[in-house]
């Protein structure tokens, strides 16, 4: 084959290749010099909760936006504060009473063992009106040395802690989690995190939850009851709960992506916003 119908075809299949991952794509967060979401389903405005009032956020000593992102700019957490900012994801993320399946992706730099402060950290939650309902998380352990990376999906708090303990007094095994004991984070390199919801509320298929970090899925949850009793209209991503350091590329589907995607959306040389050129 000629090497320019070679270089054609390549091209035109990675065309299409990104024509398939822009399908479902309803949330981008670039922070390109702003907070805002540069795509939402919902509101992009992102807000800060203060005094019981949401408040748009704005650059402060806990929050800010630079420009040496993995992509363009960035959001930093200088040090551990109070701030949270937050976004509106009910159409974002699609959650279903019946079944719910959403994909979230960003970048993260940070040496957790250096930057962090004690205690646990998580980058990425999301929430809906009332955590015993149901609670995802991205977090860092607090008591491990290195700290344990883990992904956690747990529905209904009767379900997970029938027997109201500690999060760390439940056996590996009987926690609805994914743990990494060994993860590639640090100052120097952004690392990519993807978790994956497939069929969440489905009682007529199997749910699971997949973690991926730089392009690989390192891990699943399966065999656990991960029913939600969230109210849909409450349903929200939020950033930086004790967490130092940079987050870029915010973004979401309103779909389970693969794990093939997923390669595909690592090796984007322009990140999630060169799909939408």
């Known amino acids: 084959m000629r090497p ?52 748009p956020t704005t650059e402060s000593a806990d929050v800010k936006l630079a420009a ?29 009473t019946t079944s719910w399946s959403a994909t979230v ?16 950290c998580d980058p990425v939650q999301v929430l809906g009106d009332d955590v015993k309902k149901g609670f995802i998380f991205l977090e860092w352990s607090k008591d491990h040395s290195p700290r344990h990376f883990r992904f956690a999906v747990r529905p209904l708090f009767h379900i997970w802690n029938p027997d109201a303990v500690g999060w760390e007094q439940i056996p590996d095994e009987k926690r609805p989690m994914v743990k990494m004991e060994q993860a590639p984070f640090s100052r120097d390199r952004w690392t990519h995190v993807v978790f994956v919801l497939d069929r969440i509320n489905d009682h007529a298929a199997p749910p699971k939850a997949r973690l991926h970090v730089d392009g690989k899925e390192v891990g699943a949850i399966r065999g656990h009851d991960l029913t939600f009793g969230w ?27 693969s794990a093939e995607e997923i390669m595909r959306l690592h090796a984007l040389p322009g990140g999630v916003d060169s799909l939408r050129r």
């Open 4 to 55: 320019a119908l070679l270089c054609l075809l390549t091209s035109l299949a990675l065309q299409a290749a990104d024509g398939d991952l822009r399908r479902g794509l309803t949330f981008l967060a670039p922070f390109d010099g702003k907070f805002d979401a540069a795509l939402s389903a919902d509101d992009p405005a992102c807000r800060t909760r203060s005094g019981g009032k949401m408040n």
């Open 68 to 96: 040496e992102g993995k992509f363009g700019g960035c959001l930093v957490f200088p040090k551990k504060g109070a701030v949270r900012p937050e976004f509106a994801a009910t159409k974002s993320l699609a959650y279903g």
């Open 105 to 120: 992706s960003l970048w993260l730099r940070t040496d957790p063992d250096k930057d962090l402060e004690p205690g646990y």
């Open 231 to 257: 109210d849909p209209a409450a349903v929200r991503l939020v950033l930086g709960a004790a967490y130092v350091g940079a987050i870029d590329d915010l973004a979401a589907w309103n779909r389970a992506l």
